[in-house]
Every structure is written in structure tokens, then in C-alpha cells.
């Protein structure tokens, strides 16, 4: 202890002496009102190497003209420079808009205007929830074509039983099981009838997604050679604001995978056309059942789509990673859905009271859930980019939820976060490899608050799902609009983040210091040997980014595993099956065209037969249709029609 007090007394001493000697007394006629760094080189190129010694602003060589930060305030001026607003526009016209013109490329559900605010958000806001939402929902269609292939051995059919089941799927219905049993050629006609106008309403747009993402591309290699060739190297230091730019445009890399896959799955043109076909094929189907002497609905009653796994089995790879104290709490906190994983009569009762409380009383099985669809579309499943329920049972074929979520967090931290960190931590301003200044804790705030957003969502679930006794359907309302919220403000951040940099405001002395120790500003030339670094910086980065979203996205579509083992192997998967292409349309068509005049035309006939006797005994009853159930029934009329008169 007596020792240690004159140690402490000569270490500030030396620190007050220290800072005496590197004290910065610039030329009176060297001041600058305001920061101005264009003028600030001119006046320490034209200075000597003893009047830059004799002004104790630089640091360390005097002929390499380094400021300290004192330095750098007292000669260029205090504050921060704003870039021209010309500069500026040209910076974002040039990159950011390309950008924007991809996020334009998201498929939008038809479910109001305000899903093209909502999805954009929460595109931006949280890019991990995005995609493992889109990339769950490709899973689970693949997942539906694989069984209906393993139903029927007829390609015909297993493609339309899985495109009706991935429509109930994305609807937010119960899901329908693929395997029925034996169907009759009639069954199988009005399957395939309404996979094909199901189809129809929902056009494929992956060659649209593609265009945009190769004019990123495109754009973003036009823009690198055209900055490398244009610009001066001897300013390059002072207008450094070129590789922040490309760093903007590598953050919105996020929106690369989520476009494309959500042109993969497509979005239907109107919801309500969708669920007539499907109002129109079960009808159909009842028609058919009724006339074989049989009452059963071949579909299940539409209730909201329960999670198909227990709580323990949620989230049992998740807690086992967390010490064992943990386990309760965080079995508890993962494994919560919105949508409990039962279908007992007291879920039934309660999914019935909440259709029934949103549309008063009804009759038909179709009615209710049509009209709380229409109105609370958003969150009940037709948006892709935001999932009721995330959990997938394990699968011989297909990737599972934990697979899901590990790719969606490496896509967005390693194909967009960290690419950008770099480019700007190698574009600093003093002698270091890497400085993190700034622009880079922009990059790692913008990267912590994808994580956040990604963990709040937890959070959101967790405290309605757990405390709240609320039905499952206004669970899921609130959910969604606490997630639109949150979404909404991380959005704003991000644009908020981005705006600083590209404006100038970090263009000051303290930021350009780049945290460094002791704090230094270089406003020199590059050398050769740096120029051509930071050439391939700006060149290898962004392809670095690029590449892993290429990669990742060829992995999805491509690696499959075997259902023996852990052997992987290469196979072309479909996306969704609702999304068909022109010559698959045209061999439905075709098939349907066949099936015309055929043996199921008796059973055809007699279905408004059965029909008519129902509407007659329901006269009788007092039980009059509603609208939806006669215009099916003039529908189905004006078919028999038609079989007839062919």
C-alpha cells in the first residue's frame, strides 16, 4: 500500500506531461469555423515536416501527416460534414434503389393495402422470423407432396390431393390428410378440377424474382467498376463514403433469399376465388358420397390448424443446451404455441364460439370461416412471411424446425450482417488492417437488433400463450399485432441507422478515429499497395455475401437425405404445389378434358338429384339454404348442365 500511492502520483504526472507535450497550437490562419476536410488535406500537404513537429497535431511520423484527434479538431474543425445532397442521391440512386426495386418483388397476399406495409416491415425488421416462417412453409408443402406421392402411385392424382392440401394448409385449416384410401374416378376428376383452379388463381413468379436479383447484381458490378475507375485516389480518405454505400446495399442482401422463396410459394390473386374452389370441391365430394351411399365428408370441418407436437417435444433440442437448473424454465419459455396441439371438444367448442362470436350464427361449415378469413386473413396463415405455429415433427426426407432456424440465423448474420461489418471496418482512416469506427457499430447494432427482434418474438408469444387465457384466435391477433409493432419500429431504426451514415453525420473526427489507440485521423492518399486492397475489398466482399445466399439457397433446393440415414444426395425438389408451371397446367387441362363423357357421367347426373331431394326435405324442415349454399347448388346445376348437353 506504501508503495502503490507514489506509483499512482508518477503515472498522472507522466499522463499530465504527456498530454502538455502533444498539446495542438495550429496557424491562426489554419482554423476552420466548421469541419471541412477537403481543406483540412490541403493545408497538411502544404505544410513542412517542421511546421506540422512545431504544431503538435500529428502523431507518430510527421512525413505520413497523421492527426491525433486534438489535431484533427483544432485544424479541420469541430462538428461533422454533411456529404452534398447531389453525392448523396447519386450514392443511393445508384445502389440503394435496386434494392428497393427488389423488395417491391415480395410476394404480397391479397389481404388488404396494408399487408404491402406490413411485409416490407417485417421483411426488414425481422429478416431471421421471415425466413424460417417462408422457409417452414416450403417445408410443409414439400412435405404434403412427398406423402401424396406415397398415397397414389398416380402422379395425377398425389399432385392435386397435395396442392388442395397445401391450400388448407396456407389458409390456416386444419390440415387434411393425404391419405384417403381408395377414391372413385369421380373423387379423383373433381380433386384434380380444383387443384387446377387453384393453380390458375395463384401464377408462379420465380422468373420475376430472378430478373430482380440478377439486376442487384448486376447493378451493385456496374456500380464497383464504375466507382473503382472514377475514383481519385488522392481523395479517396477525405470522400470515403463509397464502401459504406456498398456496405448499405449488403445489409439489404437479406431480401435475396426472402424474395426468391416467396416466389416460390406464390400468393393467391384473390383469397375468396381459392376458397370458393375449395367450397365448390367439397360440395362436389359430398355430392359423390351421397350418391355411393355414404354421408362422411372426405375433408375434416374447418377449425384453425393445431400444432402436431406435444410441448416436450417443441423444444427438447433447445433446453438440453442450457444447463440443467434451466430446463423447466426453458421448456416452459420455447415450447409455447398460440394454437395448442390438441383436438379435443373443448378446443372444437372454443374455435366454434370464436367463429361464431365474429359472424353470428350459421348453418354451413363454409360460411363462418369464409367471412373470419376475409376479415382476419393477415395472421390466420395466408401470409407466408409470418406463421401461426413454426414447429415441424421430425421428417426421414425433410429439414426440421431446429435445421430451419440455424440456417435462417447463418443466412442473415453471414450473408448480409457480417460482410458489411467488414467492408466498413477495412475502410478506415488509419494504419490498422481493421478498426471498428462508427459505420461499424452501425452494422453491429442493425445485426443485434435483427437478433433481438428474432428473440422478442419469443417473448411475445411467450407472455400470451402462458398468461393469457384468451382463445386461440385472439391469441394469434394480438400476437401479430404486437409483432407488426415491433417490426415496425426496428424498421425505423434500421432506415434511421442507414440515413446516418449515408448523409454525413458520422463524418467527424471521431468517428473517423476509429476507436483507435491512441486516437488517430489519416486523411493521406492511399498508396498503390492500399488502393489496390481496398479495390478488392470492395469487390470481394460483396461477392463473399453473394455467394453464401447463392449457395444456401442451390443447398435448399437441391440436398435432400436419405430416409435410411444421414447420406445426402442431390434431387431437384418442387416449391409449392399450388405454384405450376404452363405445361403442368395444360396436362391437367388435358386430363380433365379426358375425363369428359366418361363412366363417372351417371353419378354426375344423379348428384342434383340427391340435391334436390336435400333442398326438398330442408323445405320441409323450415331449414332454408343460405346464399353461399344456393349459388353452389346453381353452380353444381350449371355442371350437370353441361355434362348433359355434352
Known amino acids: ?66 492527426l491525433s484527434l486534438e489535431g ?66 416450403l417445408e410443409m408443402h414439400r412435405r404434403l407432396s412427398r406423402k401424396a406421392e406415397e398415397a397414389f402411385s398416380n402422379s395425377r392424382v398425389s399432385v392435386a390431393l397435395a396442392t388442395v392440401a397445401a391450400a388448407y394448409e396456407e389458409f390456416g385449416w386444419q390440415r387434411i ?70 456496405a448499405v446495399v449488403i445489409i439489404l442482401f437479406i431480401t435475396i433469399p426472402q424474395v426468391w422463396f416467396s416466389a416460390r410459394l406464390g400468393t393467391f390473386t384473390t383469397n375468396s376465388g381459392a376458397i370458393h374452389t375449395l367450397r365448390t370441391l367439397d360440395q362436389n365430394l359430398m ?25 416436450q417435444q417443441r423444444s427438447e433440442w433447445l433446453v438440453t443446451s442450457f444447463p440443467k437448473w434451466t430446463h423447466q424454465w426453458t421448456r416452459e419459455f420455447f415450447s409455447h404455441c398460440p394454437l395448442p396441439n390438441t383436438t379435443s371438444d373443448t378446443v372444437l367448442r372454443t374455435t366454434q364460439t370464436a367463429f361464431t362470436t365474429q359472424t353470428g350464427r350459421f348453418r354451413s361449415r363454409w360460411q363462418a370461416p369464409s367471412k373470419l378469413f376475409g376479415i382476419n386473413a393477415n395472421y390466420l396463415g395466408i401470409n407466408s412471411f409470418w406463421r401461426p405455429c413454426k414447429h415441424l415433427p421430425p421428417n426421414e426426407h425433410g429439414r426440421g424446425q ?76 394480438l400476437i401479430y399485432r404486437w409483432t407488426v409493432l415491433k417490426d415496425a419500429l426496428a424498421t425505423i431504426a434500421v432506415i434511421i441507422l442507414v440515413l446516418l451514415v449515408q448523409m454525413g453525420r458520422y463524418n467527424s473526427c471521431w468517428c473517423r478515429a476509429s476507436f483507435s489507440h491512441p486516437p488517430i485521423i489519416d486523411l493521406m492518399p492511399y498508396t498503390d499497395k492500399q488502393w489496390m486492397t481496398a479495390i478488392t475489398l470492395w469487390a470481394g466482399l460483396p461477392s463473399a455475401g453473394l455467394g453464401i445466399s447463392l449457395v444456401l439457397i442451390l443447398w435448399i433446393e437441391f440436398v435432400k437425405r436419405d430416409s435410411n440415414g444421414s ?58 339454404p343460405t346464399i353461399p349454399e344456393s349459388e353452389s347448388l346453381l353452380h353444381d346445376a350449371r355442371i350437370a348442365a353441361a355434362y348433359c348437353r355434352d
Not at 384434380?192 to 448486376?218: C, E, K, N, W, Y
Not at 395444360?586 to 353419378?603: A, I, K, P, Y
Open 402 to 477: 431446429r435445421q430451419i432456424m440455424v440456417t435462417s440465423i447463418f443466412w442473415i448474420i453471414f450473408g448480409s450482417g457480417l460482410p458489411a461489418l467488414f467492408l466498413s471496418a477495412t475502410n478506415h482512416t488509419d494504419r490498422r488492417r481493421i478498426g471498428v469506427g462508427c459505420r461499424s457499430l452501425s452494422w453491429i447494432g442493425i445485426m443485434a437488433l435483427w437478433l433481438f427482434s428474432f428473440i422478442f418474438d419469443s417473448i411475445i408469444r411467450f407472455c400470451y400463450c402462458h398468461a393469457s387465457a384468451r382463445e386461440p384466435y385472439h391469441r394469434l391477433k
Open 177 to 246: 390428410s393425404t391419405d384417403l384410401g381408395p377414391l372413385t374416378d369421380g373423387q379423383k376428376n373433381a380433386i384434380i378440377q380444383a387443384s387446377h383452379d387453384l393453380s390458375m388463381a395463384r401464377p408462379a413468379s420465380t422468373f420475376r424474382a430472378m430478373i430482380a436479383i440478377l439486376t442487384l447484381v448486376g447493378t451493385l458490378a456496374t456500380a464497383i467498376v464504375r466507382t473503382v475507375k472514377q475514383m481519385d485516389q488522392n481523395d479517396t480518405r477525405v470522400s470515403n463514403e463509397t464502401a459504406h454505400t456498398i
Open 567 to 624: 447420406i445426402v444426395w442431390f434431387q431437384k425438389e418442387h416449391g409449392s404445389p399450388l405454384c405450376k408451371n404452363g405445361k403442368a397446367l395444360d396436362f391437367e387441362f388435358r386430363e380433365l378434358g379426358n375425363s369428359e363423357g366418361s363412366g363417372d357421367l351417371e353419378e354426375h347426373s344423379k348428384e342434383p338429384q340427391v340435391r334436390d331431394r336435400e333442398f326438398s326435405i330442408g323445405l320441409e324442415m323450415g331449414q332454408l
Open 287 to 311: 355430392g359423390l358420397s351421397l350418391v355411393a351411399g355414404r354421408q362422411t365428408s372426405l375433408f375434416p370441418p374447418l377449425q384453425l390448424a393445431y400444432c402436431q407436437l406435444l410441448p
Open 72 to 137: 484533427c479538431i483544432a485544424m479541420c474543425g469541430p462538428g461533422y460534414d454533411l456529404w452534398e445532397w447531389s453525392d448523396t442521391f447519386n450514392r443511393l440512386s445508384l445502389l440503394v434503389l435496386p434494392t428497393l426495386f427488389l423488395i417491391a418483388h415480395l410476394a404480397f397476399p391479397a389481404a388488404g393495402w396494408q399487408s404491402y406495409l406490413i411485409i416490407p416491415c417485417h421483411a426488414i425488421g425481422n429478416p431471421i422470423g421471415s425466413l424460417r416462417s417462408l422457409l417452414t412453409r
Open 1 to 66: 500500500m506504501s508503495r502503490s500511492f507514489p506509483v499512482f502520483l508518477t503515472s498522472l504526472i507522466y499522463l499530465f506531461e504527456t498530454t502538455q507535450s502533444q498539446q495542438c497550437i495550429p496557424p491562426p490562419q489554419n482554423l476552420f469555423q466548421k469541419l471541412n476536410f477537403t481543406q483540412c488535406l490541403l493545408i497538411i500537404q502544404n505544410m513542412s515536416v517542421e511546421e506540422r513537429g512545431a504544431s503538435g497535431c500529428f502523431n507518430g511520423n510527421l512525413e505520413e501527416g497523421v
